[in-house]
Nanobody, 127 residues
Framework: DVQLQASGGGLVQAGGSLRLSCAASGFTVDDDAIGWFRQAPGKEREWVSCIKTADISTYYTDSVKGRFTSSINNAKNTVYLDMSDLKPEDTAVYYC????????????????????WGPGTQVTVSS
């Protein structure tokens, strides 16, 4: 049973940092893509970042480039999203999702390619 659990959200002042974790179970993060998405009130869910676990290639939406970093701890079967220089615009519920097959050849910024989603974790950035 594939499960994902995002955690690590909280309240932080603008300019601060948070580490989000995506703990995976029911599969091994060895040849997949893990995507991070967020949804702010009144807005559609948007793609933030993804990591292709086979070669640890990472991708980011323009608004977080240079501030967010995706990484993986294979031993813990966990993917991380390190967020720094947080801005109020980053306030949202953050979700992680997994693309289990054909991840190497598919664009991981597209919601449609993901097979399973976890519940989100709230990130609130105050000004």
């Amino acid at each position: 049973d594939v499960q994902l659990q995002a955690s690590g959200g909280g309240l932080v002042q603008a300019g601060g940092s948070l580490r989000l974790s995506c703990a995976a179970s029911g599969f091994t993060v060895d040849d997949d893509a893990i995507g991070w998405f967020r949804q702010a009130p009144g807005k559609e869910r948007e793609w933030v970042s993804c990591i292709k676990t086979a070669d640890i290639s990472t991708y980011y939406t323009d608004s977080v480039k240079g501030r967010f970093t995706s990484s993986i701890n294979n031993a813990k079967n966990t993917v991380y999203l390190d967020m720094s220089d947080l801005k109020p615009e980053d306030t949202a519920v953050y979700y992680c999702a997994v693309q289990l097959r054909y991840a190497k050849w598919r664009q991981c910024s597209l919601e449609s390619v993901y097979d399973s989603w976890g519940p989100g974790t709230q990130v609130t950035v105050s000004s």
